[in-house]
């Protein structure tokens, strides 16, 4: 299947690869279809592009990839809405705001993107863990790791 892109024109995406989010996302509740696409040369980050709106894209990374230490508290609703048994079923994304400068990128902790890797359903729910906030600047995040690799190979 063909769909426009905002980051890289028409591409061809497989049909058993498209994400339904129930209930959309915060904002754009009426676009529920969406492709993760990810380039080698931009790892950790990728795009969630939405199949309904070729303009409609966010740019997205896995928790784990860039906080080890992510911790997810997901209620047992949220689970039953996408049909996943358990954590250990479901991906974690983080919705990623990168502003003009780079250095102030930041990454929604509070509301991931849960989807559950067996039947691609999943939505955005609000993490339970309450320390975590919608505006957590990423940058500190991999000065800290930074840090830690450094001061272990000391």
Not at 44 to 54: H, I, R
């Amino acid at each position: 299947m063909e769909i426009d892109t905002k980051p890289f024109g028409t591409i061809e995406i497989d049909e058993d690869k498209i994400v339904t989010l129930k209930d959309g996302l915060l904002g754009f509740e009426n676009r529920e279809r969406f492709v993760i696409i990810g380039r080698e040369e931009e790892q950790p980050f990728e795009w969630l592009q939405s199949v309904e709106d070729g303009s409609l894209a966010f740019v997205v990374c896995q928790a784990n990839a860039i906080l080890p230490d992510y911790q997810l508290s997901i209620l047992r609703e949220d689970l039953d809405d996408i049909g996943a048994d358990s954590e250990e079923d479901i991906t974690v994304y983080l919705i990623v705001v990168v502003p003009e400068d780079p250095d102030e990128m930041t990454v929604n902790l509070k509301g991931p993107v849960v989807i559950n890797s067996e039947n691609y359903v999943g939505k955005q729910i609000i993490n339970q863990v309450n320390e975590y906030g919608v505006r957590h600047r990423l940058l500190d995040e991999i000065e800290d790791q930074s840090t830690l690799q450094m001061s272990s190979q000391e």
